[in-house]
C-alpha cells in the first residue's frame, strides 16, 4: 500500500501571481494531491494522467480540451464564491408571502436548523439500506411516519415522497391499481391546489387515465362516469380555504369500489378531524410547514399515509421494525422486495431518492413541539385568519369560505381597482397574497407571522378601501373557532413518548445527536456506493442554502423579487449545458428517477410532434437500474430488454435486431454510460445510431456522469437527452436518502419539450405538463450544485472526472488478485466504479451480505450490494477520497478475503465464522459469555488502525423476513410500552 | 425515581393572547416542566416554590420580587431577538480594516466554521480535566502547542492564555519570579503594541515591578537599569510594522540575566527566524489570524512559548503526552499540582479559564493549511505589502520601514492636509487605515485581502496625493523579499504528520469528527461540574456570532462603525447591574480570574484615591477558588485566610478577629456567594457589615450567581464590586476550556475606579489601566449572553435560579442516603450545588477519583472533583437539566454506592473492582483475556439505558504522574514515528 504518507496541497507550486486566490476550490474537493496522483498512475504502469485517460475512456467519444475548461467555466474560489452568493441573495427580495397554496414560511426550531440541516452528520449518509449502522435516521424516520400516521389517522406512512403533486399522482396510479387497471377515470375537484392537475395529467397520460376535473360532490352525481371510476382525489382544506365534509362523499366512492384520496396539511389536522376518521383510503400532502424552509419551492417532504389493507402497495421507502441476530429490536427499510429494482417495468411508481433529511426535520420539529406545541401552533395561525377575517370583514369584505383554517378568499368588488388594487397596496408594503384574479384575493396565515406583520396586513386592506389604519389594539381576539363542529378534531394526537419528552433545547439537542452518533456518514468514512457517487459536499456550497434570503422565499412569488434564484437557475442550467453537450435544461425533477420519467415524457412529445405518438417501445439494457423500466412503464412506453454480452458489454446484435424488429413503433433507448457495470464500452455511439436509424431517441442515464464531464458527454455519446443526479456528480448531499435533484438536458430539437408549469413564464405550447409542483423543483438545493461547478470551474471539474477513473482503478488494482474484478475494457480499466464478483464464495456459504456486514466491522459503509448483478459488489470511490484512504479500504476488503479463506479452508465454521455472525456490535462484544471461534479481539478490531477509530454498528445483523412479515411501521405507543 | 414520564411545555397554559410569540425562550432553557417542577417539591415537602425558596435562600438578602421581572428586562421570543441582533447587526457598517495592530480579519476555513466553531460538540465540552473522555480535544491542544512551538522554534508552549496583552504580563511576572523577584525592572520597546502597556503597568504596579519603555537596543545601554533588569519585552515584527535583528539585544540580556520575551506574529514566523533562534526566552502573541475571526477584539488564542528551563514556570494550562492504565498512550492536562488552586497566594498568575476553542480552530487552520499553505498565505499577505508599498512609493509617499513583512508605516507629509486626508479618503471608500499621527499613516495586510480591494486602497493614497486612478493591471508583481537575508526564515517548521494529512475537507471534516467522537460534551448528558454551571447555550444565542457583520469587526474601529455592538454591549452591562444591583459594569475581563483580578485593582485605586494606599489586607475563606488568592496576590493584596465553622459557614468570630486586627490595613475581603460549599449562609450580611467596619471593601465572587438572580444579588449581600462568569450564569458555552467573559460589576463609589483602554471614550482620569488588550474585551461572545438575558428576560432569568436550587435540592434529596451531603442550612436545603463527602470509603481503599472514574461508564462526565474539599465531589446540575436527566444521574450514583458496598464487604478485592478499574474503554471490553471478578456486561452496561445510550471512554485511567515525570507536550514528529 501507498498509505501513511503526508501530503501536499495539490496546487501549491501553481501560484503563479500573488492575486490568485488562496482558497481554490480543487485543491480541497479532490482528494489525492499530484504527488498521490502520480503514485497512483505508476503502479497502473503509466507515466501521464492523458496516457491513463486515454487507455480508460474510449478515443472515439472524446471530446475536446476545451470543452469544458476555465474559459467555459470560469472558477470561482471559495470567498469569492460566497461573494457572489451574498450578492446574488441580496437580489432577492424579502417579501412576506401569505401566498398559501401549500408552502409557508415555516419557523425551522435553531436547534434542529443547526444540528440537523446544517450537520453534516444528518446530511451526508445515504440511504439506510445498511440498517445496522443507521439505526438513528432509521428512528428518526419511524417518528416521521408515526407522525404523519398518527395526524391523518391512518394505518401506515411511508417514509417520504417527492412533493405533495407527485404524491397525488402516486395516489392516482393506486387507485387505478386497485382496479386491476380496469376503470380508467380519476376525479379530482377542481378545488385542489392548481399546480397538482399538471402533474396528475401528465402521470395519467402514460397509463391511459382519464382525469375529470369539476366539483366532486356534484360530478359524483353522474352514473356513467361513476362506473368507471377508480378514485377521487380532494383537498382538504382546498385551495381557497374552504373546509368541507367528505364523509358522504367517502361513502359514495367507496360504493362503487373507488378510492378517496385526500390532500391535506399536517398543521389543519391538528384542529380537523382526520380523513382516516371520514373515509380516505390515502392522505397526502406537504409536511414542509414542520420546519422546513420554503427555498423557492423545496426540498420539502411530501407524506403519504394509507389504511392497513393498502399498505403492502405503498409507494416509496417504508420503516419497519424487525428483530437483529441477536433477537433485540432493529429498525430498517421493509418491503425492499417491492422497491423498482424488482418490480422493473411492471412497477407503477420509480420513486428512489425521496426527501429523508426533509421528512427528519419534520419529524423533529413535531418532536420539539409535541402535540401540545403543535395545537398551540395550530391555535395561532387559525386565530389569526381568525382575527384577521373579522378585520376585514369589518372594512367590507366579504368572506367567500366561512368555514376555514388558515386561508381565506376575499372579495374586493367594493374597492375601487378590485383585486388588483389590494394587491399593489400589498406590493408596496413587501407584502405578496394570492393573486386569484379580478375580484378575488386569497390570504393564508402560518406560523412566522409576528403580530407587526399582522397588522400591515390589515392596513394593506384598510387602504385599498381607504379606511383608515388600524393598529394592534384594534384588533379582537378571535373567539370560538371557525371550523363546523363537526369537522373538528376530537381524537388526540402524538401520544407517543417520543414527541412527548424531548421538549427543552438540551434534550432535543442530544436526542439529534444520539441519533446521529449511530450512523454512518460522510464524516466518518469513504462511503463507496457504485451508482450513488458518494463525494464530498463543501461546507461552502451548505452554507448560502440557509441564509434566509434563499430559505424563506416562496415558489409563486413574482419573478422580478426573484432575480438573484433565477440568476443561479440559469447559470446553473447553462453549465450544465455546457457539460453534457446539450442545448437546454430544466431543474424541475426532484430525483434522478423523475427526471428519467420527465426526458421519456419529452421524448413521447415529441414524436407526437411528428404525428408518431404510436411510438411506444423502449429498450433497456438487462442491467438497468431498476428506475429505468418504471419510468418508462410510466410514461407509457412498453419496455424491451435488450441483452449484455459475457464481457459485461452491450449486445449491439440483439439491440440491432431489437431496435430493426420494433423499428415502426420503437419511442426510445434508455442507456446508462458508463454502463452499470462501471465500463466504458467503445460501441456506444454505434448503439446510437442503431437507434437513430430505427426512428427511436436515446435517452441516456446519468447517473455516471462523474466519469464524463470534460471527456466526454451525453451528447457526444449519441444521446439526445440525459438526467442528472445533481445529488451525484454534482454534490448535492444525500441527505440519508434525498433530497436530491433530477434535472433534464436535451438536444435542440427536444428543447421544445421540456416540461412547463402554471406559474412559469410560457415555454410554448409544445412543452410537456409538469413534473413537480414548483417551477424550479427543489430550488434551494441546486444552490448547492451551482456553488459546486462554479468554484470547480471547467478544469476542476474535468480534472474531478479524471480523479474519479484514477481512483476506481487504482482500487481495481488493489483488489485484483485478491478479488475477481469483473469487467474491464480492452486496455484492462475500468471506468470510475468497479464491480466485483464474490460468486465463487457461496459454495462456501459466504454470500455478498457476509462481506458487506463484515465492512461495517472495519469501519465502513459496504459498496453497492448485488445490483446490478446479484453476486456482485460496485464499488465507486470518487475523486473526493484520498489514496490513504482508498488504501484503508482495499486493506479491509483483502483482510476479509483472508477471513474468507478461513472458512473456504475450513479453519472456521461455515455458520459461525467473522463474517456470517457480522456485523460485531459492541453490545455483542461486551457480553460475558463468548462461543465464537475467533476472539473479541479479532471480531472488534482486525486491523490495527481501527484501535484509534472505530466505528461501531448498533445492532447485530437485521432479520429482513421477520420485518416484512411483522410489518410495525411505527413507535410504540404509551399504551403498548407499558404493556 | 420520577423518570420516564412524558412532560409538556411549560407554559403551554399560559398562552392568554393568539399574539403572545410561540418560541418563548424559558420554556425550551429550563429542563423540568411546570409538573416535573411540583413533582420534585412536593418530593421535597413543599407545596409551593415560594416556600421552597423561603426556606433556600434566607429571607434577609431576598430582594423584591420586582428587581428582576418582565418589565426591568422585557423577554424577546427568539425570533424577536434574532430579528433584533440582525438589526444590530446592520448598525455596524463593514469597513475594511487595515489597522493592523495585532487585529487581523481571519480568513476562517468553513469546514471549520461549521464543525468546530458552530459544532456544540466542540463548544459545549469543559476543561479537559477528565482525559478519558476528552482525548479528541486533548489531541487537538496538543496539536496548538506544537504548532506554536514549531512556528516559534520554542521548546514548550503552553495550551493557551487570555490575550496577547494578558501573556505579555504573564511573560512579565515570569521574568521578574526568574530573578527571585529581586530586580524590579522591566524594559518595555516603545514598538510594542500600544494596548500592551497599560496592562503590563497594571500588572506591574502589584509586584512593584518599574516598567521602562523606550528604545530597547538604547535602553540597554544604562548600565543603571541593566544591573536591575529582570527581562525586556520587544516586537517582533514592530507595531509600526518593522522586523528588527534582536540577537545582539538578546545577548545583552541574558548577560545580565533577564529573560528576552517577545511578542510576534505567527504568520510572519511563516517568512522571518524565529525568536526561538536569536536567543528569545519567551515568545508569545496573537493566534487569531490562524482562522480565528476579528470580533471587535475576540475572543483569540494567545500563545506562549517558551525554553526548555522554563517550562515548569510556565502559567496557563498545558497537555502533556502520558500512558494509561493498559499502558496506551493518553493525553491529559500536565502538571496540574502548578494551578492556582494549588499555589494560591503564592501564584503569580491567575488563569483558568483560557481560549480552548480558539486555540483548537486556530490549530485546525494550521492542519487545513499544513506548512505549504501557510507558506502560501504569508507569501501572499507579504507580497501585497511590498506591491502596495511600491505603488505608494510611486505616489510620492514614503515608507518608514525598510525591513517589513505586512506592515507599512507610511509618511503622508507630501499630501495636502497629510495623514488626515489619506484617512478621509479611505473612510469615502469604507476603508479604516490605522491612525498613527498628522504625518503617518499606518497599513497592514491580511490573507482577506482581495485584489479588488487591493485597488481601491492604493487608489485611495492616488485620490489623496491627487494623482490618478490605478487599476491592478498597474500593479507589479513584487520579486524578493523585504526581509533582510540574515531575518529571513530558513528551518522548516510543522513538520508533524498531523499537519501534512489533512488538506482536503473530506480528510479534514473527519478528522474534526473523529476526535469530537472521543469526547463528552453538552450534546450526550449532564456535566454536573460545581461551580461551572454547564447549562444549555441555546442555539439562537450563538447563531448571531458568525454573521460577518459581527465576526469581522476589528476592535480599534471608530466609534460610529460599531453601533450595534456598542448597543449590545450597553445593554448588557444595564442587565447585568440590574441583576447584581450595582452601579456600574465593564465586559473588559477576559474570564472570571481576570475579572477578580480586575476588580480587586479598583479596590485599590479606591483606597488609593482616598489616601488609603497602604492598605493591603485582603481577608480570604480557606475554602475560596484558587483563583481568588491568586488574583490577590497579583493585584498586591497580602492575604489573610478565613476560617470557616463545623457547619460549613463562615466562621464570623474569626472575620471579625482578622478584620479588627487588620484595619487599619484591610483592604478587602473576597467571598464567594452562596459559598463554595454549596450553601447560603446567613450570615453574608454581618460579615459585610464587619469589613466596612474595618474600612475593607467587599469583593464578592460572581461564580455562584446562577443562585441568586432575581433572588438576592451581590449588592443585596453587602458586596461593593463583583465579577460574573458569562460562561457560567450566563450561558456563553465553555468551549473546552475557553472562551470566557468576566465582567464586573461595581457599586456607584468604585464606578470612576473601572478600567479604561487607549482606544475607549474617557473614563475619567481615576480609571485604573485595562486588564486586556481589546476595549471590550471578547466583545463578540458577550452577544451570547446578551441575547441569553434578553430571551429569558427578567421572569425567566429569575425562574432559571429557582429551577436551579430545586434541582439541586432534589438532587440532595435522592443522593442522601446514599452519600454524605454535607452542608445543608437550617432548612436542611443546599444552595444551586451540593457537595457530597466520600471520606468515609477511603479506608476501604476507595477514592474520589475512583467514584469519578466510574461514572464515566455510565456515560456521566465526573461532578467537580476535590474541591473545595479534597475528599468531595461538588454537583451542579442547572436549571437546563430535566427531571429524567436528574435521575439518571442519581441513578448512576446510587448504582456506584452499591458496586462500592461489594468492595467494602470485601465481595470485590480493593484494588481490582468496577471502581479501581474505571473507567472501562471499549478497548478493555473487546480484549481477549478477561481476569477481573465481574463481567464485562456488568463493566460496560450496569444499568438497563446504557444498552440504548452508551457514551465511551477512547482510554483507560491516565497515569497524570508519569506524563509529569516524562513531559512530552507536543505531536511527534516523522522521525519519532519512523523510530
Ligand atoms: C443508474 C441510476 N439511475 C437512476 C437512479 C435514480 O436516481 P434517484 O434515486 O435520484 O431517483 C439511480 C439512483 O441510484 C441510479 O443509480
Ligand atoms: C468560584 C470560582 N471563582 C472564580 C473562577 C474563575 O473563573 P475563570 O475560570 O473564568 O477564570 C471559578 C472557575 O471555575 C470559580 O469556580
Ligand atoms: O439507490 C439505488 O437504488 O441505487
Not at 816 to 821: A, R
Request: aromatic share 8%.
Amino acid at each position: 500500500t501507498l498509505a501513511r504518507r503526508s501530503r501536499g496541497l495539490a496546487t501549491i507550486h501553481s501560484q503563479t501571481s500573488i492575486f490568485s486566490p488562496l482558497d481554490a476550490f480543487p485543491e480541497r474537493h479532490i482528494g489525492p494531491d499530484e504527488q498521490e496522483a502520480s503514485l497512483m498512475l505508476s503502479k497502473l504502469g503509466y507515466d501521464s494522467m492523458d496516457a491513463f485517460i486515454t487507455d480508460a475512456v474510449p478515443p472515439k467519444i472524446r471530446v475536446a480540451t476545451t470543452s469544458v475548461d476555465n474559459v467555459s467555466i470560469p472558477a470561482l474560489s471559495e470567498s469569492e464564491l460566497l461573494e457572489r452568493a451574498q450578492a446574488l441573495a441580496d437580489q432577492n427580495k424579502a417579501f412576506k408571502s401569505f401566498i398559501g397554496m401549500g408552502y409557508h414560511t415555516a419557523v425551522v426550531p435553531p436547534v434542529i436548523l443547526r444540528n440537523v440541516m446544517e450537520n453534516p452528520a444528518w446530511y451526508t449518509p445515504y440511504t439506510p439500506y445498511q440498517p445496522e449502522i443507521a439505526q438513528g435516521r432509521l428512528e428518526s424516520l419511524v417518528n416521521y411516519q408515526t407522525m404523519v400516521k398518527s395526524l391523518t389517522a391512518m394505518d401506515f406512512a411511508n417514509a417520504s415522497l417527492l412533493d405533495e403533486a407527485t404524491a397525488a399522482a402516486e395516489a392516482m396510479l393506486m387507485a387505478f391499481i386497485s382496479t386491476a387497471q380496469k376503470k380508467r377515470t380519476f376525479l379530482v375537484d377542481s378545488a385542489v391546489l392548481p399546480q397538482t392537475l399538471p402533474v396528475l395529467r401528465l402521470r395519467a397520460k402514460g397509463f391511459g387515465i382519464n382525469i375529470v376535473v369539476g366539483d366532486a360532490v356534484a360530478a359524483l352525481e353522474d352514473q356513467n362516469l361513476r362506473s368507471d371510476l377508480c378514485g377521487v382525489l380532494v383537498q382538504y382544506p382546498d385551495v381557497n380555504g374552504s373546509v368541507k365534509d367528505f364523509s358522504s362523499l367517502a361513502e359514495s366512492v367507496h360504493s362503487v369500489g373507488g378510492l378517496v384520496i385526500c390532500a391535506t396539511d399536517l398543521l389543519a389536522l391538528a384542529m380537523l378531524k382526520p380523513p382516516g376518521e371520514w373515509g380516505a383510503d390515502v392522505v397526502l400532502g406537504n409536511s414542509g410547514r414542520f420546519g422546513v424552509p420554503a427555498g423557492y419551492g423545496g426540498p420539502h417532504a411530501a407524506f403519504f399515509a394509507v389504511t392497513d389493507k393498502l399498505k403492502r402497495k405503498m409507494p416509496g421507502r417504508l420503516i419497519g421494525k424487525s428483530r437483529d441476530a441477536e433477537g433485540g429490536p432493529a429498525y430498517r427499510l421493509a418491503l425492499q422486495t417491492r422497491e423498482q429494482h424488482i418490480r422493473r417495468e411492471k412497477a407503477t411508481s420509480n420513486i428512489c431518492t425521496s426527501q429523508a433529511l426533509l421528512a427528519n426535520m419534520a419529524a423533529m420539529y413535531a418532536i420539539y413541539h409535541g402535540p401540545a406545541g403543535i395545537k398551540r401552533i395550530a391555535n395561532k395561525v387559525h386565530g389569526y385568519t381568525q382575527a384577521f377575517t373579522s378585520a376585514v370583514a369589518s372594512l367590507g369584505y366579504s368572506v367567500e369560505n366561512t368555514a376555514f383554517f388558515d386561508t381565506v378568499t376575499l372579495d374586493a368588488s367594493h374597492v375601487s381597482g378590485g383585486a388588483s388594487a389590494v394587491h399593489t397596496a400589498a406590493a408596496a408594503v413587501n407584502i405578496n397574497l394570492r393573486q386569484i384574479d379580478d375580484r378575488l384575493v386569497g390570504v393564508t396565515f402560518d406560523e412566522s407571522v409576528s403580530p407587526s406583520q399582522f397588522v400591515t396586513l390589515i392596513n394593506i386592506f384598510a387602504s385599498a378601501a381607504s379606511a383608515s389604519q388600524l393598529s394592534l389594539e384594534d384588533i379582537k381576539e378571535p373567539i370560538g373557532s371557525a371550523i363546523p363542529e363537526p369537522l373538528r378534531r376530537t381524537s388526540e394526537f402524538l401520544p407517543h413518548p417520543v414527541f412527548n419528552k424531548y421538549h427543552s433545547e438540551t434534550e432535543m439537542l442530544r436526542y439529534i445527536h444520539h441519533l446521529a452518533s449511530k450512523d454512518i456518514s460522510l464524516v466518518h468514512s469513504m462511503i463507496p456506493l457504485g451508482s450513488c457517487t458518494m463525494k464530498l459536499n463543501s461546507t461552502s456550497s451548505m452554507i448560502p442554502l440557509t441564509w434566509p434570503q434563499f430559505s424563506a422565499v416562496h415558489p409563486f412569488v413574482p419573478f422580478d423579487q426573484v432575480k438573484g434564484y433565477q440568476t443561479i437557475i440559469k447559470e446553473l442550467e447553462d453549465d450544465l449545458c455546457e457539460i453534457t453537450g446539450f442545448h437546454s435544461a430544466t431543474l424541475q425533477p426532484n430525483s434522478g428517477a423523475a427526471g428519467e420519467y420527465a426526458g421519456l415524457c419529452v421524448i413521447r412529445a415529441y414524436h407526437e410532434s411528428r404525428g408518431e405518438a404510436h411510438r411506444d417501445v423502449c429498450l433497456i439494457p438487462l442491467s438497468a437500474h431498476g428506475t429505468n423500466p418504471a419510468s418508462a412503464h410510466m410514461a407509457g412506453l412498453k419496455v424491451v430488454p435488450v441483452k449484455a454480452l459475457q464481457d459485461g458489454s452491450l449486445d449491439l446484435a440483439d439491440l440491432k435486431a431489437k431496435a430493426e424488429l420494433h423499428k415502426d413503433n420503437l419511442a426510445a433507448f434508455m442507456i446508462t454510460y458508463p454502463s452499470t457495470f462501471g465500463v466504458f464500452e467503445s460501441g456506444v455511439q454505434d448503439a446510437c445510431k442503431i437507434i437513430h436509424d430505427n426512428g427511436g431517441q436515446v435517452y441516456l442515464d446519468g447517473a455516471n456522469l462523474n466519469a464524463q464531464v470534460g471527456l466526454t458527454n451525453p451528447a457526444t455519446c449519441g444521446g439526445d437527452v440525459c438526467h442528472l443526479n445533481l445529488h451525484k456528480t454534482f454534490a448535492i448531499p444525500h441527505g440519508g436518502g434525498g433530497p436530491g435533484v433530477g434535472p433534464i438536458c436535451a438536444a435542440e430539437h427536444l428543447a421544445p419539450f421540456l416540461p412547463r408549469h402554471p406559474i412559469m413564464p410560457a415555454k410554448g405550447d409544445q412543452a410537456i405538463d409538469s413534473v413537480a409542483g414548483a417551477p424550479f423543483g427543489s430550488a434551494s438545493i441546486s444552490i448547492i450544485s451551482w456553488a459546486y461547478v462554479k468554484m470547480l470551474g471547467g478544469k476542476g471539474l474535468t480534472d474531478s472526472s479524471k480523479l474519479a477513473l484514477l481512483n476506481a482503478n487504482y482500487m481495481a488494482g488493489r483488489l485484483s488478485g485478491h478479488y475477481n474484478v469483473r469487467y474491464k475494457n480492452e486496455n484492462g480499466r475500468v471506468a470510475h466504479e468497479l464491480l466485483i464478483d464474490l460468486a465463487d464464495f457461496s459454495k462456501h456459504g459466504l454470500k455478498v451480505t457476509d462481506f458487506a456486514k463484515r465492512l461495517q466491522d472495519y469501519g465502513f459503509h459496504p459498496p453497492t450490494c448485488s445490483w446490478p448483478i446479484s453476486t456482485c459488489m460496485l464499488i465507486e470511490p470518487t475523486e473526493s477520497e484520498s489514496l490513504e484512504e482508498l488504501d484503508r479500504f482495499c486493506d479491509a476488503m483483502i483482510q476479509i478475503r483472508q477471513e474468507a479463506e478461513d472458512v473456504i479452508t475450513g479453519k472456521q465454521p461455515k455458520d459461525n465464522n467473522l463474517l456470517t455472525n457480522a456485523p460485531h456490535p459492541m453490545s455483542v462484544i461486551a457480553k460475558s459469555e463468548w462461543n465464537r471461534p475467533y476472539s473479541r479481539q479479532t471480531a472488534a478490531y482486525p486491523l490495527p488502525w481501527l484501535v484509534e477509530k472505530k466505528f461501531w454498528p448498533t445492532v447485530a445483523r437485521v432479520d429482513d423476513a421477520y420485518g416484512d412479515l411483522n410489518l410495525v411501521c411505527d413507535c410504540p405507543s404509551v399504551e403498548e410500552l407499558a404493556a
